[in-house]
């Protein structure tokens, strides 16, 4: 990637912007191995994204909506992963991506729903104007706004198309140790996210593991944790698909009950939040 010109909207010196990037990197691998965590592979990429299917549905049935009544805006809808599972709760959804590869791909496979190219951290268009949802989701998506201050845009303008009352359900690192940054991403301290969604009259009203054992545990110190994760990189790097298939399919059923019955997790998590007024 260093073969790339400097985007100054972010201080990047020699690799694309967000969205040169995400453009790019979608072209070549549109689908769930482009979305997902690349570097593992295409088969340990599907187990992972099994179980954000399932920790999302759970916590959508507990909540005990009719979601036919529903309306969704779905931020970073990507190759529509997480359009198939609001559809699957009867849900009407409009996605909304930074990429024109998606929106022309979403447009094309979801052909009676709304896509539009819009950049969350930016001044809302046309498109959104004047529009109101009952929920806005935003899955493994707020943690690559690197720009702090595009970041609490971003808050500011989701707390702009939610109805009154409405539900803010996005997923992040929520670290408790120091800002982690990285070119592409940023896992932002739990207290700082908590203070920027309460400026935006957010009410947290939930927040539990999107995994546990199965990505990277940026929130721990613990030693065997981290050389747990060393381990499952490299071998997945080094024997690649075969090995994918083979680990994820051998954590994913100790993932899905560790999601299920622990508060916090060392990784990413899901955080349900309402708009109180």
């Known amino acids: ?52 299917k399932e920790v999302v549905l759970r916590k959508m049935k507990a909540l005990h909506i009719d979601f036919t009544n529903v309306s969704v805006l779905d931020i970073g809808s990507g190759v529509g992963f997480f359009i198939d599972i609001w559809k699957e709760l009867g849900a009407r959804v409009t996605g909304i991506d930074l990429t024109n590869v998606a929106v022309k791909n979403l447009k094309l496979k979801y052909p009676t729903d709304e896509f539009y190219t819009v950049d969350i951290g930016d001044d809302l268009n046309e498109s959104l104007e004047n529009r109101k949802f009952d929920i806005v989701s935003a899955f493994d998506i707020l943690f690559h706004i690197v720009d702090d201050n595009r970041y609490k845009k971003s808050i500011k303008n989701i707390h702009s198309v939610l109805r009154p009352h409405g539900l803010f359900i996005f997923s992040d690192n929520f670290i408790h140790g120091e800002v982690v940054k990285s ?78 019955v622990m508060k916090e997790s060392p990784t990413t998590e899901m955080m349900i939040c309402r708009l109180h007024s």
């Open 1 to 52: 990637m260093d073969i790339y010109t400097v985007d100054s909207r972010f201080g990047q010196v020699g690799v694309p912007g967000t969205k040169e990037y995400w453009e790019g990197r979608l072209k070549s691998t549109y689908d769930l191995h482009g979305t997902g965590f690349i570097g593992l592979g295409r088969h340990y990429n599907s187990w992972m994204y099994k179980i954000r």
């Open 183 to 260: 070119t592409y991403q940023v896992s932002r301290q739990l207290s700082t996210i908590e203070n920027i969604l309460a400026q935006n009259e957010f009410d947290i009203i939930d927040r539990c593991p999107m995994f546990f054992l199965m990505s990277t545990p940026i929130d721990t110190t613990s030693p065997v944790a981290k050389l747990w994760w060393r381990f499952i990189q490299s071998f997945l790097v080094r024997y690649g698909d075969v090995a994918g298939l083979l680990v994820g399919g051998v954590l994913y059923p100790l993932e899905s009950v560790l999601v299920r």
